[in-house]
């Protein structure tokens, strides 16, 4: 019998601010087992490889305020001129129950890249049409695309501590 696969609607600013909210929730949680180490396994390579974590999902994050202004701006609009944010997308939805950190980021940075996805396609789309309905957010639109880009490739780069390493 094959497996069925879930599929979520999104919005693009709600796929953003859910990327980037458990973006924060990851480094946040890295960052607690690493305070929470004894100082002796804080020096350790286990304690070293989980600072640097967090400090890469912090670094990731630090630009990404965008993420809050496109959800905002994006969902301004109106039947002529319709929000950027609301431009929905399908994502297939590989979550479950219990998920290492590392199949964590994947899924947010997977909501990111599906967020890019739709806001590039729509742009593309809008370029060829007779009346553009994004003319107004292009630069805007270009920005989050850009941002989103960034914190998606920089918080792939984020390298979790295994169990045993």
Known sequence: MAKKIKTVEYTVADALDNGKCELEEL?????????????????????????E??????????NAEFCDEVANTCRDGD??????GGITFTWI????????RAARRDEATSKLRG???A???ALDEDEDAEEPKYA????????????????ADNADGADFPGMYG
């Open 136 to 151: 107004e957010q292009r630069d805007e639109i270009e920005q989050a695309i850009s941002d989103a880009t960034e914190l």
């Open 93 to 100: 939805d590989g979550s479950k129950k219990r998920m290492s």
């Open 119 to 121: 806001l590039q396609e």
């Open 79 to 84: 039947d002529e001129k319709p929000a950027a």
């Open 27 to 51: 480094r946040d949680e890295v960052q607690e087992v690493f305070d929470n180490m004894p100082e002796s396994l804080q020096g350790s390579d286990r304690g070293q490889r989980m600072e």
């Open 53 to 62: 974590c967090a400090q890469t999902l912090d670094d990731a994050l630090s």
């Open 115 to 117: 967020a890019i996805d």
